[in-house]
């Protein structure tokens, strides 16, 4: 099955600078990819910093493995690309004080054939599109989310929970870090899509499906997704990318 892949990131409405970094690589065979998405975090240059710097690691540890590692091997790899993400952000804090705050999330998506692996640390999310339903594949790494899991609170409370944002696990910010992996077997026709929370705090994951259906390519739902997040006031950088299998 070949791979397409359209992606794109925005400022949002409120914030001066995007600490979001977007990339992806497609193999030449056209059946392998690597998709990542970093939300950077630790004020105005220590998020831009971060996120950039772990994307690009992974790019560089992964890049040339595409279409040359068996699936079995993958899991293993993206360990180890995210401990030298996470290593070199630390360095970096403690070589620059000023830096001593930034981290970064990182989701990933690893594509050989018909098996998605997809990994992350933090809040980004993975989700897989089928005949227009979405499900989330990732777990945020957040307060608010083991507070869900153990009963504190329901999903009608998590507006007015003040810290819902804070993470408890970033790249960057605690050594090691251990990633979770999930891995997942495509069918023709699916799609993943990659997002930071500047669009899952925005636009509502039930009005997806129209905008997935309807779009006329993957770079028209992508600026959809986008412009109706900045409709609705995105506070936060937006982040979208959105994998095909064709």
């Known amino acids: 099955m070949a791979v397409g892949v359209a992606g794109r990131s925005h400022t949002g409405t409120v914030r001066e600078s995007n600490q979001d970094v977007v990339a992806w690589h497609v193999a030449e065979t056209g059946d392998s990819a690597l998709v990542i998405i970093a939300d950077g975090m630790g004020g105005y240059?220590?998020?831009?910093?971060?996120?950039?710097?772990?994307?690009?690691?992974?790019?560089?540890?992964?890049?040339?493995?595409?279409?040359?590692?068996?699936?079995?091997?993958?899991?293993?790899?993206?360990?180890?690309?995210?401990?030298?993400?996470?290593?070199?952000?630390?360095?970096?804090?403690?070589?620059?004080?000023?830096?001593?705050?930034?981290?970064?999330?990182l989701v990933v998506a690893w594509i050989e054939g018909n098996t998605a692996h997809i990994a992350h640390v933090g809040d980004s999310r993975c989700y897989r599109v089928r005949d227009g339903g979405t499900a989330c594949l990732t777990r945020d790494d957040t307060v608010v989310q083991n507070m869900l899991e153990d009963g504190s609170i329901t999903e009608a409370d998590v507006p007015n929970v003040p810290f819902r944002n804070v993470l408890t696990r970033a790249v960057?910010?605690?050594?090691?870090?251990?990633?979770?992996?999930?891995?997942?077997?495509?069918?023709?026709?699916?799609?993943?899509?990659?997002?930071?929370?500047?669009?899952?705090?925005?636009?509502?994951?039930?009005?997806?499906?129209?905008?997935?259906?309807?779009?006329?390519?993957?770079?028209?739902?992508?600026?959809?997704?986008?412009?109706?997040a900045l409709e609705n006031g995105a506070s936060d950088n937006v982040s979208v990318v959105l994998l095909t299998l064709d």
Not at 178 to 201: F, I, P, V
Request: charged content about 30%; some cysteine.
């Open 45 to 105: 240059q220590g998020g831009e910093i971060a996120s950039r710097m772990a994307a690009d690691t992974i790019s560089e540890s992964l890049v040339a493995e595409l279409a040359a590692t068996s699936n079995d091997k993958i899991h293993e790899r993206l360990q180890v690309a995210f401990s030298v993400a996470n290593e070199r952000i630390l360095d970096r804090r403690a070589s620059e004080p000023k830096l001593d705050k930034m981290g970064t999330t």
């Open 172 to 228: 960057g910010a605690m050594e090691p870090v251990e990633m979770s992996y999930r891995c997942e077997h495509l069918q023709a026709g699916d799609s993943l899509l990659l997002c930071s929370d500047g669009l899952t705090n925005s636009v509502p994951e039930l009005t997806w499906e129209p905008v997935l259906r309807e779009a006329d390519n993957r770079e028209d739902a992508v600026q959809v997704l986008i412009d109706t």
